[in-house]
């Protein structure tokens, strides 16, 4: 009853920008934390980035002061503002969001992902 659709992935060239895009949608009373994380073929998931119900950030080591995650809740949409990309950020891209449907479900639902490929 709830799903969760990325956008915005592609293919760029190291030191470039790339934006994504998640729109949540379905049986959706609240939406809590949400965030993006990805995965490379092999390796575990990795938390990218997350923000809370009201626009607080938090970050990955590794991507602190070069992405942004941001949300919009009149649409249900979180954002990630990727720049000076490097090819160790290439993998698939997931959101997450922590939902509250109208019957007082509570629960984590992923996205199918976006590619993400930076080339050197």
């Known amino acids: 009853q709830v799903q969760l659709v990325e956008s915005g992935g592609g293919s760029v060239p190291a030191g470039g920008s790339l934006r994504l895009s998640c729109a949540a949608s379905?049986?959706?009373?609240?939406?809590?934390?949400m965030g993006w994380y990805r995965q490379v073929l092999g390796e575990p998931r990795e938390l990218v980035a997350t923000t809370s119900s009201a626009g607080r950030p938090s970050y990955a080591d590794s991507v602190r002061g070069r992405f942004t995650i941001s949300r919009d809740n009149a649409k249900n949409t979180v954002y990630l503002q990727m720049n000076t990309l490097n090819p160790e950020d290439t993998a698939v891209y997931y959101c997450n969001a922590d939902v509250v449907q109208f019957d007082g479900r509570r629960g984590a639902y992923w996205g199918e992902g976006t590619q993400v490929t930076v080339s050197s």
């Open positions: 379905g049986s959706i009373f609240m939406i809590n934390a």
